[in-house]
């Protein structure tokens, strides 16, 4: 078997991942699988994690890291084993938004998960997209879900910071707290001219709310911000918002749950792999739901490069 390791964000969903992380060490120990444990002790801990296992491991010949926790470890995860090619990526969900699991493959429920997670651990892992976002100072941050830059941006920014959504995750309601700030911000946000490139072309927009960039279909705790979009493509499905009053702002965000607003014509949809968003006044960005800074940013698609553990995913 490869050598396992585990990484566990014990305060995702308020601490509900420790449970997760009890069930899946219990499993563990009945099948008498070795492998080495990890709690993170604070944010940006597990990418730390990561790249410590990533050089260590570097001469064996495969190794797993299972995460455990919501998609803000997931993302740090991977922000610390791309380009590791020997080292592939699990996930068993302990968080609140789940978006990972939906858009690849991976059963909701920790239970499931884990024991789809063992039965798979030593086959072939799946090569997925990922997307790769330049930003201030050439830092680099890699998405595998999404990333955003406007109103989407500010929302889980003040999301991620507010005391309430960890009130609301006790009663297994955090996903509200998005509606809430979305109504909160709805009557004060500036819209302003977005200038894009999208492999080459030019594009500008006026009025914008926000754009999105995905690698799979889902964001914010099951939105269809992107039906189409393939995790095993090699492109990248941009969202442009623009042009909208408030109200039907707030219209066109409720359709985004089943995905109805690609229809509305202040919805425009490009496919790309290189892709540059600049903005008249500077636009909080986020990269799968963490706030990363603000344009302008420059994002790549990443084909096939991140080994995870999970079934076949249609291209
Ligand atoms: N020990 C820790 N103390 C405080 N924060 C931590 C710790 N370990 C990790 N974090 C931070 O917790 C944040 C939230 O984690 P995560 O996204 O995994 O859980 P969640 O918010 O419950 O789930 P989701 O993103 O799926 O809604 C991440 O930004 C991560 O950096």
Redesign the pocket.
Known sequence: MKNLYVII??????G??KKVWLDVEKELQSRQIPYTAF????????RELARSICKETKHEDKAVIVVI????????VINGTVGAKNVSVGFI????????SRGYGIPKNHLSASNFLLKQIDLQPILVDVGEIVHSEEKTTYFVNNMGAGFDALITKEA?HSKL?KVM?RFSL?NLIYAYFVLKKLFTFKRTVVNMTIDGKKYKFEETWFVTVSNQPYYG?GMKISPKASVRDGLLNVTVVQNLSRMKFLFVFITVFWGGHERMKEVKNFLGKEIFIESKDPLFVHAD??FIGETPVSIQACPQVLPLVTREIDK
């Open positions: 964000n014990p305060q995702a969903k308020n509900y991942s709690n993170t002790e604070y944010p940006g801990h597990a926790g919501g998609d803000g470890t997931l993302h740090e969900p302990g968080g609140s938004g789940n978006d990972f991620n959504k995750n955090g705790g739901g963490e």
